[in-house]
């Protein structure tokens, strides 16, 4: 294949999702802005729900969090989940309704974890950028599932380096964002990712 046909090949749903959850990892670690990194990131959680429904069952998206979260925590997942979404999607509903920015980057949290989740678990695939995330917020959120469970019936969701235990902290969300922002800076997996990313950019904008 040559360059031309490079720039101009198809984009397939797996790499899509891919690059809208890469670029919405990085924007939440970086502390741009929240509502870009929402957008992005529940657009990519639209398309894996649908894509889970059809190679798994009707409901299999749900019941995976409701089998595998922490019985009190499954009420609130997927009602923090969803509800900044619907809040963005109808404008014709409580128009005068405000929602904290504090209350977007705990939903991005949740959600690009959901995401990072369903993508390896659909297409048997992962990235470093997805598998630091996962470990990341399972360590901000300890609580959150029984992830020995979780492990032990899903080894698909492992996929990725080990080498991601050694930079995120245990000590808190501002510690484990500060570690995973300094691996984005070096000459890494994570870098060499976003690199990937931008030249797939570079090619389409030479066109």
């Given at each position: 294949?040559?360059?031309?046909?490079?720039?101009?090949?198809?984009?397939?749903?797996?790499?899509?999702?891919?690059?809208?959850?890469?670029?919405?990892?990085?924007?939440?670690?970086?502390?741009?802005?929240?509502?870009?990194?929402?957008?992005?990131?529940?657009?990519?959680?639209?398309?894996?729900?649908?894509?889970?429904?059809?190679?798994?069952?009707?409901?299999?998206?749900?019941?995976?969090?409701?089998?595998?979260?922490?019985?009190?925590?499954?009420?609130?997942?997927?009602?923090?989940?969803?509800?900044?979404?619907?809040?963005?999607?109808h404008?014709?509903?409580?128009?005068?309704?405000?929602?904290?920015?504090?209350?977007?980057?705990?939903?991005?949290?949740?959600?690009?974890?959901?995401?990072?989740?369903?993508?390896?678990?659909?297409?048997?695939?992962?990235?470093?950028?997805?598998?630091?995330?996962?470990r990341?917020?399972?360590?901000?959120?300890?609580?959150?599932?029984?992830?020995?469970?979780?492990?032990?019936?899903?080894?698909?969701?492992?996929?990725?380096?080990?080498?991601?235990?050694?930079?995120?902290?245990?000590?808190?969300?501002?510690i484990?964002?500060?570690?995973?922002?300094?691996?984005?800076?070096?000459?890494?997996?994570?870098?060499?990712?976003?690199?990937?990313?931008k030249?797939?950019?570079?090619?389409?904008?030479r066109?």
């Open positions: 294949m040559g360059e031309e046909d490079d720039e101009l090949r198809d984009i397939s749903k797996q790499e899509a999702c891919r690059r809208v959850l890469h670029l919405a990892i990085r924007l939440q670690i970086r502390g741009e802005d929240p509502l870009a990194a929402h957008l992005l990131c529940q657009s990519a959680e639209k398309v894996l729900s649908d894509l889970h429904k059809r190679k798994f069952g009707k409901h299999s998206y749900e019941l995976f969090f409701k089998s595998n979260l922490n019985k009190y925590q499954k009420d609130k997942f997927f009602k923090d989940i969803r509800s900044n979404y619907n809040f963005l999607k404008a014709d509903n409580n128009i005068d309704k405000a929602v904290k920015e504090r209350d977007f980057l705990l939903m991005n949290e949740l959600c690009i974890f959901s995401c990072c989740f369903f993508y390896s678990k659909i297409f048997i695939s992962s990235s470093c950028h997805m598998f630091y995330f996962q990341m917020v399972g360590q901000i959120h300890p609580d959150m599932f029984d992830w020995k469970s979780v492990y032990e019936r899903h080894p698909e969701l492992q996929l990725g380096s080990e080498v991601a235990l050694n930079l995120i902290a245990e000590r808190g969300r501002g484990a964002y500060a570690a995973f922002n300094e691996a984005l800076k070096k000459d890494g997996p994570l870098k060499q990712e976003e690199d990937a990313d030249i797939s950019t570079t090619k389409a904008l066109w």
